[in-house]
């Protein structure tokens, strides 16, 4: 495996006093970058806002920094930025016509971050507490490769045949233009809402979900969705990340000056399904979550058991478009 990965992960060194992505040792501890980055926040006036860290304590968006070398910031940070910021601001033409591994960057870039900042939040509580930091053993598999493959922003790395990666772009119509940002860590799962488009993001499936969902997707391929779809396939794949039950497995080997990626075979020695079964109550309970902006209940998702309530079919299957969406009163 080349030498040149940097790999934190492997020592817990989260420190501020080293580059977030290639370890360099700082000049200054004024090389920071901000996780979400300032043109976002200064569209949709985060700055202040608080942010939910896992352990329910609150931060603001601005708070929420890790360390880069100047130099990364110069090569590859500032101009990724640029091209993601002409995207998501003029809209969803724009966005669908970005290389796929650029918004891969940017979600992984903004994902690692967080995880950076909640690590070390952890980290510093267990020793106010004299105990040891422990990170279950898949989740720092998955940090770490989420991590190398990251740092293709720095290094020469391609990735061969199948991507580690879900990414579905939708087009939303009627749309208020807000910033909705979710994610859930612990497997890797995005999403994100602003002007007129909806990104859902699963960063270390192979591919999975795309597949798994691949039903709902033909359905309403090439359709704008009204906002309240758009989350309903947000609570699809978030729930079907979680039942996701492999660990994916990389060969990760340098040839001269390229390191290749390779995504190993998901099914490995077990001839279980990919995915443990659906359970249409815990489901409901996600898709609670996701329509909280439409105050819709539980036991109104739920009145049919075998049916949750959804506002992308009708009773014959067919897509209902977003004009004829009719929302809770």
């Known amino acids: 495996m080349a030498q040149r990965l940097y790999k934190p992960l492997q020592t817990l060194n989260f420190s501020k006093q080293r580059c977030f992505l290639t370890g360099q040792k700082l000049e200054s501890a004024d090389h920071i970058i901000p996780v979400f980055p300032n043109w976002i926040m200064d569209q949709y006036e985060l700055h202040d806002k608080a942010f939910k860290l896992l352990d329910e304590s609150m931060s603001t968006y601005q708070s929420m920094q890790v360390p880069c070398d100047i130099s990364v910031i110069k090569s590859s940070i500032d101009s990724l930025e640029a091209e993601i910021q002409n995207a998501f601001l003029s809209g969803y033409d724009e966005v669908v016509l970005l290389p796929e591994l650029r918004l891969f960057q940017w979600i992984g870039k903004l994902i690692y971050g967080l995880i950076f900042n909640e690590i070390r939040i952890g980290i510093r509580q267990q020793q106010a507490n004299n105990e040891e930091f422990v990170l279950s053993q898949s989740l720092i598999h998955k940090f770490e490769n989420l991590h190398i493959m990251l740092q293709s922003l720095v290094h020469p790395i391609e990735f061969e045949e199948n991507m580690p990666w879900t990414i579905q772009i939708f087009k939303l119509q009627d749309a208020l233009d807000q910033f909705n940002y979710r994610d859930e860590i612990n497997t890797l799962t995005f999403s994100l809402s602003m002007k007129d488009f909806g990104i859902i993001a699963c960063l270390q499936d192979n591919g999975t979900n795309g597949n798994y969902n691949r039903p709902t997707l033909e359905k309403i391929a090439g359709k ?16 079907s990340n979680y039942l996701f039950n492999r660990l994916p497995e ?18 490995g020695m077990s001839s279980k399904p990919l995915f443990d079964i659906w359970n249409n109550k815990t489901y409901a309970q996600v898709l609670e979550n996701f329509w909280k902006p439409w105050g819709i209940l539980l036991f109104e998702v739920l009145k049919d058991p075998e049916n949750p309530m959804t506002f992308l079919f009708d009773g014959e299957g067919e897509f209902i478009s977003p004009d004829k969406v009719v929302l809770p009163s």
């Open 250 to 267: 990389y060969t990760i080997m340098e040839v001269e000056d390229t390191i290749f990626i390779e995504s190993m075979p998901l099914r």
């Open 224 to 239: 704008s969705l009204h906002p309240i779809q758009f989350q309903e396939v947000c609570a699809r794949f978030f729930y």
